[in-house]
């Protein structure tokens, strides 16, 4: 963690990072649970609301085929990927979650011409906040809107699931995602995770 994450400050580490300006910066929540704990995944309710907290996503495209990603949390450099050769177990560790959400977006016919991605966030890792969702739902909402991509967020919800289930390997529910993409201030979000349906 590297304290409260901000727009501008990711924004200048990507030029840093990349040698070159973001075309933006975009954020998505981390989640609590009020009620409804374990019921996503077997079609139940659930009552989660966004946090204050989030992860920060800088990013541009780019027609190069390629996926660049660096992390401030992990630290370790750049991880280039060549997008024709995405698919489930080609990506490890924290990098797999933007690399499958493009993945996802690709297999729902949603196609992109490279880019290149700066992550930030001040959500504790495997704290139950969903960082991973947040990772994910940052990289697909600035991905997508720099596309040109109209993606309702239902649908991106469950491809970023479909990223987490299917290219990372980890079987979770619909909650997480549509927490992150379809909460609002001051709101939780009651999910009917059998219909989709949902009210804030």
């Known amino acids: 963690m590297t304290g409260p994450a901000g727009a501008d400050q990711v924004a200048e580490w990507f030029q840093a990072e990349f040698g070159g300006p973001a075309a933006g910066v975009w954020r998505a929540p981390g989640r609590a649970n009020l009620i409804g704990e374990h019921t996503d995944y077997n079609d139940g309710f659930v009552f989660p609301f966004a946090l204050d907290r989030g992860t920060l996503a800088a990013a541009t495209v780019a027609g190069t085929g390629v996926l660049e990603l660096t992390s401030r949390q992990e630290g370790s450099g750049t991880v280039t990927l060549d997008l024709a050769g995405l698919a489930p177990g080609t990506v490890d560790g924290w990098a797999a979650y933007p690399a499958g959400v493009v993945w996802a977006l690709g297999e729902a016919g949603y196609q992109l011409p490279g880019a290149r991605v700066a992550i930030d966030s001040d959500l504790p890792q495997g704290a139950g906040l969903s960082s991973s969702a ?20 239902p649908e991106l919800a469950a491809l970023a699931r479909r990223a987490e289930n299917e290219f990372v390997g980890v079987p979770t529910g619909i909650m997480d995602q549509s927490a992150v993409l379809l909460g609002q201030a001051g709101h939780a979000l009651l999910l009917d995770c059998c219909s989709g349906e949902s009210d804030n």
């Open 134 to 153: 947040a990772l994910e739902c940052a990289v697909a909402l600035a991905l997508t809107q720099l596309s040109g991509l109209p993606v309702p967020r």
